[in-house]
Structure formats: C-alpha cells, structure tokens
C-alpha cells in the first residue's frame, strides 16, 4: 500500500501515555483495546499526518474493530512499539476513502 510506513511492520507492540488513552476514553469513547485492535484487521489504510508532524513523524490509520466501529488513529512510531496520541471515530471523509481502499481489496 503507498504510503504505508516500513518501520510499522517492524512494530512489536503499543506505548500509551496515560493522559492520552484517558482522553480518548472521555472525549471518543475509544479504549486502548479498540485502538490496538483497529492495527490487525485489514484494510488498514496509513499515510503521514505532515500537518501535525514536529519532532517525530506522526500517521494517520483508518480502520475497524472486530465489531465494525470504524477508527482514525493518529500514532507515531518510538523504536518498535507504537505511540497512539489520539483514537476516535472516522469522519464522514475518512469514512469515504477508508470505502474505497476498501472495496479496492
């Protein structure tokens, strides 16, 4: 998939801040077993949020759960593990491209 970053599939596992995975919680009602869980089911859509990238690059994920909730996960990689910073529910225009890789597969 282009876009999709070399080091995410050297990824082991997640790192959670505390105050992030609290405020997806609060704000989106999007736990840290759903956001983990959105990595593993396919399509998995990933491309690079330039806009929000400062120190470290930072990417977007689209995605789903097991029961079909559909996810933007914005995350940046830290060695082999992955850092969420925010987890919430697509966006109509997420909902849309996230259709199309879909129905590309």
Same mark, same amino acid.
């Given at each position: 998939?282009? $876009?999709?970053?070399? /080091?995410?599939?050297?990824?082991?596992?997640?790192?959670?801040?505390? $105050?992030?995975? =609290?405020?997806?919680? =609060?704000? !989106?009602? %999007?736990?840290?077993?759903?956001? =983990? /869980?959105?990595?593993?089911?396919?399509?998995?859509? %990933? #491309?690079?949020? #330039?806009?929000?990238? $400062?120190?470290?690059?930072? !990417? &977007?994920?689209?995605? *789903?759960? /097991? +029961?079909?909730?559909?996810?933007?996960?914005?995350?940046?990689?830290?060695?082999?593990?992955? *850092?969420?910073?925010? &987890?919430?529910?697509?966006?109509?225009?997420?909902?849309?491209? !996230? =259709?199309?890789?879909?129905?590309? +597969?």
């Amino acid at each position: 998939m282009a $876009g999709f970053p070399d /080091e995410l599939t050297q990824c082991t596992g997640f790192e959670w801040d505390v $105050g992030n995975a =609290e405020k997806n919680w =609060e704000a !989106y009602e %999007v736990s840290r077993g759903e956001a =983990e /869980e959105t990595f593993f089911n396919r399509p998995l859509v %990933v #491309a690079p949020d #330039a806009g929000h990238s $400062g120190r470290e690059i930072r !990417y &977007a994920a689209l995605g *789903r759960t /097991e +029961e079909g909730r559909l996810h933007t996960i914005i995350f940046t990689v830290r060695g082999t593990l992955i *850092r969420v910073i925010s &987890a919430r529910a697509m966006s109509r225009r997420e909902r849309r491209i !996230y =259709e199309q890789a879909a129905s590309k +597969e």
